[in-house]
């Protein structure tokens, strides 16, 4: 594998030919003037050559654009940081396995989505014994008390009842991302069960289709799960941060966000 | 024009609505024993009570809360609000509505429960201001009926029903009409995530709503008439769809019924189950709601597609069939003729399954064959939409083909960027251009269509409405509230002595008096 290329380019159906699509809409009638206008931002988004293969007006003062082109910008797979699952994933029967000789109780999780938001659909799909993508979720561990406390509990009210119920592990889902709605209910989440429970605080984790897993630290939680997230990883997951040893504890966070990120924003 | 249909067995069909009426009775005495404070607030707001007290709170309290609340205060709310509201009126306390609106605001109100002759006049008193407050909801009806007339209806079914949702109404405007002008007929104007929950209805033009423009009055208004001008200029009736859900049904209906909108959201039991709404209060401020509803002429759409978001779209078909058939008898039992009663459901299969699509076809003839006269909601795919706009678009185009194949009224167009971003301005054309290709290509198709007896959509059809036969027997064996107490529907557990809203519930007292429901109820035995 020593001799695999760290820099790549876009591939279309050549090796190196660097050709990417896209789409925007520009607020210019449609014409000539807005093509070349689309040529323009293509120049500049780094699409030389581009080729508008396609445009068409919507309403009086808009056209839509479909470009073609190469994209000039490398790749450097070299300076990519992406964070590697720091646990390995287990099967239900070593998860209950894990918890039973690590903990001699069953660990106790609790789940719901915060805020405003009505969308259980994620964390239904950790939790609920139906699962996702063909596993089964977490009501299904035996080693696990699972409590799905549903959509719209507020922050208050989850802080209580994960206290009540000596919760290890509290699962929030966040769906609803309108003016980052998810990050601001997290991050009230966080302060609220620092502030009531200091050091003794469950295990915090969110997830939700728009979450960035590497914000963990930002966002004042121990992990973050994005979109495609399996209630076997969530399981996994648990037993490395919350068993002792013999399963090895999940390295800390990495916070690099940096990639090789040659488009201007 | 010739219409799909599945011979679906006739006793099935029978007992399926036997038990559903069933099942729906108890609950049906419930709601006429109770009332709710937004009940109670919708008699007022009929009655004309409308602004905020600038003094109480942030000056963002309607007055129908602050009259109620006051009402309840001093003699509680189980008489209703309007005998002791306009006793004060007839015994000279008060001038009028605003009046006493104003001592509740300085303090100075002091309500008592009329009885004898006193009671008669507060009772006619409070019976002539409903009365009013219909004939404005009535001559709103009736000029719905002329712009149509002047207008015309949609050229085709299904009718193209599209969302707006800037959270500013004055975006809101601009972009509906656009979407009207680019084919939309129906244009539903998603509200203010978290208004549900809201114990008050807020007042004005407000630019400052959560994924969504908050319900008001005034945000009704504004929408209505910029819709009249593009109907106007558009040849063509273009209908506003908003929300009559969450703990103020019954003063959205009121606002609704008041401001000409044409359709509204309102589902019996999607409060309770997806909200948490306590289910008392929310089967009592649902019949209120529908009443009103039918009152105005406008079309209920009912939420059957939320249940497909958290269970499996094949496994729980049947309980969108329960949910269908029970939503109807409320609402057939609220005054709502056929014509009137949305019954949704929605394309929310997991696209990856062997004849998936064959399932949808199933699904939804069965959802027509035994609703024929109900204007069904055909909704898009939403669970499975991955984010791969690309193959999302192909599954919209299939949701299109199979809701014209099989005849729906209300068609939601689906959007590929569903689940990844707020619609954009070319998500909207590129959907609309989708959904007007499958019209234009494939509009008479459902003639050429007719499922064989026997063979797998038939089956499929029967399969569920049999699924949903037992399942309504266990309903009407456990009791509706019961069955929603213990997850029936769903995965939530609902009991009937929790939830939000809880508090705002009453059990009537033998001289309660509800002016609304007198007028309502009298016209509708005409």
Same mark, same amino acid.
């Given at each position: 594998m020593?001799?695999?290329?760290?820099?790549?380019?876009?591939?279309?159906? &050549?090796?190196?030919?660097?050709?990417?699509?896209?789409?925007?809409?520009?607020?210019?009638?449609?014409?000539?003037?807005?093509?070349?206008?689309?040529?323009?931002?293509?120049?500049?988004?780094?699409?030389?050559?581009?080729?508008?293969?396609?445009?068409?007006?919507?309403?009086?003062?808009?056209?839509?654009?479909?470009?073609?082109?190469?994209?000039?910008?490398?790749?450097?797979?070299?300076?990519?940081?992406?964070?590697?699952? #720091?646990?390995?994933?287990?099967?239900?029967?070593?998860?209950?396995?894990?918890?039973?000789t690590?903990?001699?109780?069953?660990?106790?999780?609790?789940?719901?989505c915060?805020g405003?938001?009505?969308? &259980?659909?994620?964390?239904? #799909?950790?939790?609920?014994?139906?699962?996702?993508?063909?596993?089964?979720g977490?009501?299904?561990?035996?080693?696990?008390?699972?409590?799905?406390?549903? =959509?719209?509990?507020?922050?208050?009210?989850?802080?209580?009842?994960?206290?009540?119920?000596?919760?290890?592990?509290?699962?929030?889902?966040?769906?609803?991302?309108?003016?980052?709605?998810?990050?601001?209910?997290?991050?009230?989440?966080?302060?609220?069960?620092?502030?009531?429970?200091?050091?003794?605080?469950?295990?915090?984790?969110? !997830?939700?289709?728009?979450?960035?897993?590497?914000?963990?630290?930002?966002? !004042?939680?121990?992990?973050?799960?994005g979109?495609g997230?399996?209630? !076997?990883?969530?399981?996994?997951?648990?037993? =490395?941060?919350?068993?002792?040893?013999? &399963?090895?504890?999940?390295?800390?966070?990495?916070?690099?966000?940096? =990639?090789?990120?040659?488009?201007?924003? | 024009?010739?219409?799909?249909?599945?011979?679906?067995?006739?006793?099935?069909t029978?007992?399926?609505?036997?038990?559903?009426?069933?099942?729906?009775?108890?609950? @049906?005495?419930?709601?006429?024993?109770?009332?709710?404070?937004?009940?109670?607030?919708?008699?007022?707001?009929?009655?004309?009570?409308?602004?905020? /007290?600038?003094?109480?709170?942030?000056? /963002?309290?309607?007055?129908?809360?602050?009259?109620v609340?006051?009402?309840?205060?001093?003699?509680?709310?189980?008489?209703?609000?309007?005998?002791?509201?306009?006793?004060?009126?007839?015994?000279?306390?008060?001038?009028?509505?605003?009046?006493?609106?104003?001592?509740?605001?300085?303090?100075?109100?002091?309500?008592?429960?009329?009885?004898?002759?006193?009671?008669?006049?507060?009772?006619?008193?409070?019976?002539?201001a409903s009365?009013?407050?219909?004939?404005?909801?009535?001559?709103?009806?009736?000029?719905?009926?002329?712009?149509?007339?002047l207008?015309?209806?949609?050229?085709?079914?299904?009718?193209?029903?599209?969302?707006?949702?800037?959270?500013?109404?004055?975006e809101?405007?601009?972009?509906?009409?656009?979407?009207?002008?680019?084919?939309?007929?129906?244009?539903?104007?998603?509200?203010?995530?978290?208004?549900?929950?809201l114990?008050?209805?807020?007042?004005?033009?407000?630019?400052?709503?959560?994924?969504?423009?908050?319900?008001t009055?005034?945000?009704?208004?504004?929408?209505?008439?910029?819709?009249?001008d593009?109907?106007?200029?558009?040849?063509?009736?273009?209908?506003?769809?908003?929300?009559?859900?969450? $703990?103020?049904?019954?003063?959205?209906?009121?606002?609704?019924?008041?401001?000409?909108?044409?359709?509204?959201?309102?589902?019996?039991? *999607?409060?309770?189950?997806?909200?948490?709404?306590?289910?008392?209060?929310?089967?009592?401020?649902?019949?209120?709601?529908?009443?009103?509803?039918?009152?105005?002429?406008?079309?209920?759409?009912?939420?059957?597609?939320?249940?497909?978001?958290?269970? /499996?779209?094949v496994?729980?078909?049947?309980?969108?069939?329960?949910?269908?058939?029970?939503?109807?008898?409320?609402?057939?039992?609220?005054g709502?003729?056929?014509?009137?009663?949305?019954?949704?459901?929605?394309?929310? @299969?997991?696209?990856?399954?062997?004849e998936?699509?064959?399932?949808?076809?199933?699904?939804?003839?069965?959802a027509?064959?035994?609703?024929?006269?109900?204007?069904?909601?055909?909704?898009?795919?939403?669970k499975?939409?991955?984010?791969?706009?690309?193959?999302?678009?192909?599954?919209?185009?299939?949701?299109?083909?199979?809701?014209l194949?099989?005849?729906?009224? @209300?068609?939601?167009?689906?959007?590929?960027?569903?689940?990844?971003?707020?619609?954009?301005?070319s998500?909207?054309?590129?959907?609309?251009?989708?959904?007007?290709?499958?019209?234009?290509a494939?509009?008479?198709?459902?003639?050429?269509?007719?499922?064989?007896?026997?063979?797998?959509?038939?089956?499929?059809?029967?399969?569920?409405?049999?699924?949903?036969?037992t399942?309504?027997?266990?309903?009407?064996?456990?009791?509706?509230?019961?069955?929603?107490?213990?997850?029936?529907?769903?995965?939530?557990?609902?009991?009937?002595?929790?939830?939000?809203?809880?508090?705002?519930?009453?059990?009537?007292?033998?001289?309660? *008096?509800?002016?609304? $429901?007198?007028?309502?109820?009298?016209k509708?035995?005409?």
């Amino acid at each position: 594998m020593t001799d695999e290329p760290t820099v790549v380019r876009p591939y279309g159906d &050549t090796t190196g030919d660097g050709m990417v699509q896209t789409s925007f809409t520009l607020p210019v009638p449609p014409g000539p003037r807005a093509e070349g206008a689309a040529l323009q931002l293509a120049a500049k988004m780094g699409i030389e050559p581009a080729m508008v293969v396609h445009s068409h007006g919507i309403g009086a003062g808009f056209t839509f654009f479909v470009v073609y082109g190469s994209v000039r910008h490398l790749v450097d797979l070299a300076e990519v940081h992406v964070e590697e699952r #720091a646990y390995p994933l287990l099967s239900p029967s070593e998860v209950n396995a894990a918890v039973k000789t690590g903990l001699h109780r069953k660990l106790v999780v609790l789940g719901a989505c915060i805020g405003t938001d009505a969308h &259980t659909v994620g964390i239904d #799909a950790i939790l609920n014994l139906k699962g996702f993508a063909g596993e089964k979720g977490l009501e299904y561990y035996r080693e696990l008390a699972v409590e799905n406390m549903g =959509a719209q509990v507020t922050v208050p009210e989850l802080v209580a009842r994960a206290r009540a119920q000596r919760a290890d592990a509290v699962l929030v889902s966040q769906v609803v991302t309108q003016k980052d709605a998810h990050l601001r209910n997290t991050r009230e989440m966080a302060g609220a069960f620092r502030e009531a429970m200091g050091e003794q605080r469950p295990l915090l984790i969110v !997830g939700g289709p728009r979450f960035d897993p590497q914000m963990a630290a930002e966002l !004042g939680v121990d992990k973050v799960f994005g979109r495609g997230t399996t209630p !076997g990883e969530v399981a996994s997951y648990l037993v =490395a941060a919350l068993t002792p040893a013999p &399963t090895p504890a999940p390295t800390p966070e990495t916070t690099s966000t940096d =990639a090789a990120q040659e488009v201007p924003a | 024009m010739v219409s799909t249909r599945l011979d679906l067995d006739p006793r099935l069909t029978v007992t399926a609505r036997e038990l559903a009426a069933r099942a729906a009775q108890p609950v @049906i005495d419930l709601a006429t024993r109770h009332t709710t404070v937004s009940v109670e607030r919708a008699v007022l707001r009929l009655a004309g009570l409308a602004g905020t /007290d600038p003094v109480a709170g942030e000056g /963002d309290i309607p007055w129908v809360n602050r009259v109620v609340d006051t009402v309840r205060e001093q003699v509680g709310l189980e008489h209703g609000v309007a005998l002791p509201v306009w006793h004060a009126i007839t015994s000279g306390a008060a001038h009028d509505l605003d009046d006493v609106a104003e001592q509740v605001g300085a303090g100075t109100a002091r309500f008592t429960v009329p009885e004898g002759t006193a009671a008669e006049q507060a009772r006619a008193a409070a019976r002539a201001a409903s009365a009013r407050g219909i004939a404005r909801i009535d001559a709103n009806r009736a000029r719905r009926d002329e712009l149509v007339a002047l207008h015309g209806d949609p050229p085709r079914r299904p009718w193209i029903y599209l969302i707006v949702a800037t959270g500013d109404i004055y975006e809101d405007i601009p972009q509906a009409q656009a979407a009207a002008r680019a084919g939309a007929d129906v244009i539903a104007v998603i509200r203010s995530t978290g208004q549900s929950l809201l114990d008050y209805v807020p007042e004005g033009a407000t630019r400052t709503g959560y994924a969504g423009t908050y319900a008001t009055g005034e945000n009704f208004r504004l929408m209505r008439a910029a819709l009249d001008d593009v109907s106007a200029e558009l040849g063509r009736y273009v209908r506003l769809t908003n929300y009559a859900s969450g $703990l103020c049904m019954p003063e959205i209906a009121v606002l609704a019924g008041q401001e000409r909108l044409d359709m509204m959201l309102n589902d019996a039991m *999607y409060g309770i189950l997806f909200r948490d709404i306590n289910p008392v209060r929310t089967f009592v401020d649902q019949r209120f709601s529908r009443m009103v509803h039918a009152r105005a002429g406008i079309i209920i759409n009912t939420g059957e597609d939320n249940y497909l978001t958290t269970a /499996d779209a094949v496994d729980e078909a049947h309980t969108v069939t329960v949910s269908q058939l029970l939503n109807e008898r409320f609402a057939h039992e609220a005054g709502l003729a056929d014509w009137q009663i949305g019954l949704g459901h929605a394309f929310e @299969i997991q696209p990856d399954l062997p004849e998936s699509f064959r399932l949808e076809l199933a699904h939804a003839m069965l959802a027509r064959s035994l609703f024929p006269d109900a204007p069904l909601k055909w909704m898009p795919p939403t669970k499975h939409m991955t984010g791969d706009v690309f193959r999302g678009y192909l599954l919209d185009g299939f949701f299109n083909l199979a809701g014209l194949l099989t005849d729906q009224s @209300i068609l939601l167009v689906g959007m590929m960027t569903e689940a990844v971003v707020t619609p954009w301005l070319s998500d909207r054309d590129l959907a609309l251009r989708n959904v007007r290709y499958v019209l234009d290509a494939a509009g008479g198709l459902s003639e050429d269509f007719s499922p064989p007896p026997g063979g797998f959509i038939d089956r499929r059809a029967h399969t569920v409405l049999t699924e949903a036969v037992t399942l309504l027997e266990r309903i009407v064996q456990d009791g509706l509230l019961e069955s929603i107490a213990a997850g029936t529907f769903g995965i939530t557990k609902r009991p009937a002595d929790r939830g939000k809203g809880l508090d705002g519930v009453a059990r009537i007292a033998a001289d309660h *008096y509800n002016p609304a $429901l007198d007028v309502l109820t009298e016209k509708a035995d005409d």
